[in-house]
C-alpha cells in the first residue's frame, strides 16, 4: 500500500536564524582535472564513497578509482552506475537494474533486482542502506535495505528525489530543490531557497549538523544557524571524519574541508 504524504509546512528556510558569520575551512585537494588526466580517468559518474579506512573512490564509465594525494589507481571493479561503502568494508551498487555487491572472489554477486534501471545508493544509519531513484515512469521512490535483506519502501513521490542522506535515525532527502525530512507518514519542508534550489545533502551524525549544497554553494546548518562554508566548490556532498568532501564530476574536482574547531 502506498503512504500519501503531505507537507507540513511551505516556508524558506523553515526555523533558521540569518547567516552566521563563515569560519574559513582548511581545503585539500584531492582530484583535480590534471590528475585524472594523467592517470587516465574518463567521464566521471555522479557518485563517489570513502571506504572505511578512508579512502576515497571515484568512478567512470569502464572502472572505479581510488584516488589520494599521491595520484589516482585503477580497481578492477568495473559496470556500477552507483556505489557506496558499508561500515564492513562491503561495496554496495547498482548495475543495470539489479543491486550488487563485491564478492571476495573480486566479482559482481546480484542481491535482487531494482524496479528500474537508475536507482542510486548511499549509506545510512549503521549497516542500514538507502536506495532512491527511479521505481515507475514519472515515480521516484526511496527505501531501506537492512543487511541486505529485501527492500522496505519509505515513500513514493511524482517527483525527482535528488539526494538522500540520513541523521541518526531521522531521514532527509532534496527533492524539486527543497530540503524535507521523513516524518512517519508526513513531510516536513525543512529548507528551500529561490532558483534551481538545493542538489545535495549530507549529515555530520556527531554534531547534528546539515550541510547543504546548490549549483554554486554549499551551506552547514547547525543549532539552528545557516553558516557558509564554500563560495568556490559545489557538487555531491558526503561527509566524513576527516571532514567534508565535496564532489563535482563535470568539472573533475573532488575537495575535502576541515572546518576549524
Same mark, same amino acid.
Given at each position: 500500500m502506498r503512504r500519501r504524504f503531505r507537507h507540513t509546512a511551505l516556508v524558506l528556510l523553515?526555523?533558521?536564524?540569518?547567516?552566521?558569520?563563515?569560519?574559513?575551512?582548511v581545503l585539500q585537494l584531492i582530484l583535480t582535472p590534471k590528475i585524472a588526466s594523467a592517470a587516465g580517468i574518463g567521464s566521471l559518474i555522479n557518485c563517489?564513497?570513502?571506504?572505511?579506512?578512508?579512502?576515497?573512490? +571515484?568512478?567512470?564509465?569502464s572502472h572505479l578509482?581510488? +584516488?589520494?594525494?599521491?595520484?589516482?589507481?585503477?580497481?578492477?571493479?568495473?559496470?556500477?552506475?552507483?556505489?557506496?561503502? &558499508?561500515?564492513?568494508?562491503?561495496?554496495?551498487?547498482?548495475?543495470?537494474?539489479?543491486? +550488487?555487491?563485491?564478492? %571476495?572472489?573480486? %566479482?559482481?554477486k546480484t542481491l535482487f533486482a531494482l524496479p528500474e534501471p537508475g536507482m542510486n545508493v548511499t549509506q545510512g544509519q549503521g549497516n542500514t542502506l538507502i536506495l532512491f531513484g527511479?521505481?515507475?515512469?514519472?515515480?521516484?521512490?526511496?527505501?531501506?535495505?537492512h543487511e541486505g535483506?529485501?527492500?522496505?519502501?519509505?515513500l513514493s513521490l511524482a517527483a525527482t528525489i535528488t539526494d538522500v542522506a540520513a541523521l541518526n535515525t531521522t531521514l532527509l532527502f532534496i527533492s524539486n530543490g527543497a530540503l524535507y525530512e521523513v516524518l512517519g507518514h508526513h513531510l516536513?519542508? &525543512?529548507?528551500?531557497?529561490?532558483?534551481?534550489?538545493?542538489?545535495? +545533502?549530507?549529515?555530520?551524525?556527531t554534531t547534528g549538523a546539515i550541510y547543504l549544497a546548490d549549483a554554486s554553494h554549499v551551506v552547514?546548518?547547525?543549532?539552528?544557524?545557516?553558516?557558509?562554508?564554500?563560495?568556490?566548490?559545489?557538487?555531491?556532498?558526503?561527509?566524513?571524519?576527516?571532514?567534508?568532501i565535496i564532489f563535482d564530476n563535470r568539472g573533475g574536482t573532488l575537495v575535502r574541508l576541515r572546518t576549524p574547531l
Open positions: 523553515l526555523g533558521l536564524a540569518p547567516l552566521a558569520a563563515a569560519e574559513t575551512p563517489f564513497s570513502i571506504t572505511p579506512d578512508g579512502v576515497v573512490v +571515484v568512478g567512470d564509465k578509482w581510488a +584516488v589520494g594525494a599521491a595520484g589516482a589507481l585503477p580497481l578492477k571493479i568495473s559496470g556500477l552506475t552507483s556505489f557506496t561503502f &558499508m561500515p564492513g568494508g562491503i561495496l554496495l551498487g547498482v548495475a543495470g537494474n539489479n543491486l +550488487v555487491y563485491l564478492d %571476495t572472489d573480486g %566479482t559482481l527511479p521505481e515507475a515512469p514519472g515515480r521516484d521512490g526511496l527505501y531501506l535495505v535483506r529485501q527492500a522496505t519502501k519509505i516536513r519542508l &525543512m529548507a528551500a531557497e529561490p532558483g534551481s534550489g538545493f542538489t545535495s +545533502v549530507t549529515t555530520d551524525p552547514e546548518i547547525k543549532h539552528g544557524k545557516i553558516i557558509p562554508i564554500s563560495n568556490n566548490f559545489s557538487g555531491l556532498l558526503r561527509w566524513t571524519q576527516g571532514g567534508l
